[in-house]
């Protein structure tokens, strides 16, 4: 097998050198067959397709390589395969995918999300705004405690109504927030979460219990009536209410809810904390008979049955759950507005070098369309590039700042999107060309 499968390789090396490709394929192809596994045969077949123009074909063959030598263990290999068939066909979006779990594997976090952020830049421009935001999730998953980015990529789910998404990154923040203690923050995104996800019951627990404790008490009950509605028989609920009802200076609401607890607590055989919710009702009101004569302070007085439950608890029916807080009120360590939020990944960002001659090109096309374009405020956009406060398109425009149609659309994407690392990425760009330009 050996020695036929030498002589097809003479044949077809000396038919490639007489640029007779088609033939040379076929035997090349008779050769890989004797020999499946021969990579370097398959490599020098992907060159003969590509130069005989089958470049669809010469593709596969490199993917069939590349995945040969990730399965293998050979990662650098396969990165370097991967990344000639970006450069035959760019768009090959899933391969910066592909190329980011292998530099992610190889412990080169910032070439993986260098390769994360090329792979969304070009699904973006594709029109495949959504499934972008499947990737930067991935990208994320580098650096699971970043706060900011994540709540930025729940507000992204969430402009796209893809509410379920949503609710699992704010779900994330709060787990990593929780750790750092129940801080106003906490509170924000909480609140965030639950109009994205308004049947966590336990959720809406923890939120009364946050604006409780914080002094939120009106607040607190929008959100106990909600969840009173689903359990009317949860103790510690109607204990909040309570406590929420008397902040407020209405002691006889107050009492309602204390007179349920102590229901409740009867039925259990909890005596001893019906007492304490009774003795609670005698101090908002020393003369109701129902707490005294439960608590045996009146001669003859009898106590209701232990066996009976009288919820007086009055709820209203289709309660509408309470809007959210705004996002722009979360706090600058958190959240900031999408067009002034934080870089992405800080630690790991990378500008991506542009060719010379596109560069030339490009400010040639602005030229022609622009020949009365007022002098460039250089000083503006290094500012802003220092400062981390990406401008809009249309603040470049003013400081006369040359910006190409696909690039002024890609900046607005962006900046709603609260992308700013891209942004600022842009701008950088835009900054190298105009200073570069004026140099020369």
Do not use: C
């Amino acid at each position: 097998m050996a020695v036929k499968k030498q002589k097809l390789l003479q044949k077809a090396d000396a038919l490639a050198r007489d640029k007779k490709f088609k033939k040379a394929i076929v035997l090349y192809r008779e050769a890989i067959a004797e020999e499946p596994n021969d990579i370097r045969t398959r490599l020098r077949l992907s060159e003969l397709l590509y130069q005989a123009g089958r470049t669809e074909e010469a593709l596969a063959v490199l993917r069939y390589v590349g995945d040969y030598y990730r399965e293998h263990g050979f990662l650098l290999k396969s990165v370097a395969v991967y990344k000639k068939m970006l450069e035959v066909d760019p768009k090959l979006t899933d391969l910066h995918g592909t190329l980011a779990a292998l530099y992610f594997q190889l412990g080169m976090a910032p070439d993986a999300i260098r390769q994360f952020k090329s792979q969304i830049r070009a699904m973006i421009r594709q029109g495949k705004v959504v499934e972008s935001l499947h990737v930067v999730r991935s990208m994320l998953e580098l650096d699971p405690g970043n706060v900011m980015d994540r709540l930025r990529l729940a507000e992204a789910f969430s402009r796209h109504e893809l509410i379920d998404e949503a609710a699992v990154e704010y779900r994330r923040v709060l787990a990593v927030l929780e750790k750092g203690g129940r801080t106003s923050d906490w509170g924000k995104v909480a609140l965030r979460y639950l109009h994205h996800s308004p049947d966590d019951f336990e959720g809406r627990k923890a939120v009364v219990e946050f604006l409780v404790e914080t002094g939120d008490y009106l607040r607190a009950l929008q959100h106990l009536l909600i969840a009173l509605n689903k359990d009317p028989m949860d103790v510690r609920l109607l204990d909040l209410a309570a406590t929420s009802f008397e902040m407020l200076g209405q002691p006889g609401k107050s009492i309602v809810a204390l007179k349920s607890m102590a229901a409740l607590f009867r039925h259990r055989g909890q005596a001893r904390e019906e007492q304490t919710a009774l003795v609670r009702v005698l101090g908002l009101d020393p003369k109701d008979a129902h707490a005294r004569r439960a608590l045996g302070m009146d001669v003859g007085g009898e106590a209701p049955p232990a066996g009976e439950v009288v919820l007086e608890w009055d709820m209203p029916v289709g309660f509408a759950p309470p809007e959210p807080p705004p996002v722009p009120e979360l706090s600058d360590t958190v959240y900031e507005p999408p067009s002034f939020a934080e870089e992405w990944v800080e630690d790991a960002t990378i500008v991506e070098t542009v060719d010379p001659d596109a560069l030339k090109e490009l400010m040639a096309l602005e030229d022609d369309r622009e020949p009365s374009r007022p002098p460039v405020d250089v000083l503006a956009l290094k500012r802003a590039i220092d400062a981390r406060r990406p401008m809009t398109a249309e603040q470049l425009m003013q400081a006369g700042v040359p910006l190409s149609a696909e690039d002024r659309e890609e900046l607005q994407f962006f900046l709603a999107s609260g992308l700013k690392d891209e942004a600022i990425s842009i701008l950088q760009e835009t900054y190298n060309r105009v200073t570069r330009e004026g140099a020369s």
